[in-house]
Nanobody, 114 residues
Framework: QVQLVESGGGLVQPGGSLRLSCAAS????????MGWYRQAPGKQREWVAT???????NYADSVKGRFTISRDNSGSTVHLQMNSLKAEDTAVYYC????????WGQGTLVTVSS
């Protein structure tokens, strides 16, 4: 059974940092890409960052320069290092894995507040 296990969410002060992780049960060579999306209260889900099997990364303009997406050596775990967090980064963050199908994690809440 394919599953994505997310961790790392929580409460952080503005300007602080958090590191999200997502471990996939799928073997790395079967994964085309992994990424992160987020959904703030009352808003639509939006794309945040993606990393391909070849290591190419892409970021939404709103997080570029502050967030970094990366993979472990297995290729089946993705991380999102979030620095210089702002209140507008508050959202539920969802891990996404693309093979021949698309899988979503359950989401982890990130709250940026003083």
């Amino acid at each position: 059974q394919v599953q994505l296990v997310e961790s790392g969410g929580g409460l952080v002060q503005p300007g602080g940092s958090l590191r999200l992780s997502c471990a996939a049960s799928e073997r790395g060579f079967a994964i085309n890409s992994m990424g992160w999306y987020r959904q703030a209260p009352g808003k639509q889900r939006e794309w945040v960052a993606t990393i391909t099997s070849g290591g190419t990364t892409n970021y939404a303009d709103s997080v570029k320069g502050r967030f970094t997406i990366s993979r472990d050596n297995s290729g089946s775990t993705v991380h999102l290092q979030m620095n210089s967090l702002k209140a507008e980064d508050t959202a539920v963050y969802y891990c996404r894995m693309v093979t021949h199908l698309i899988y979503w994690g359950q989401g982890t809440l990130v709250t940026v507040s003083s």
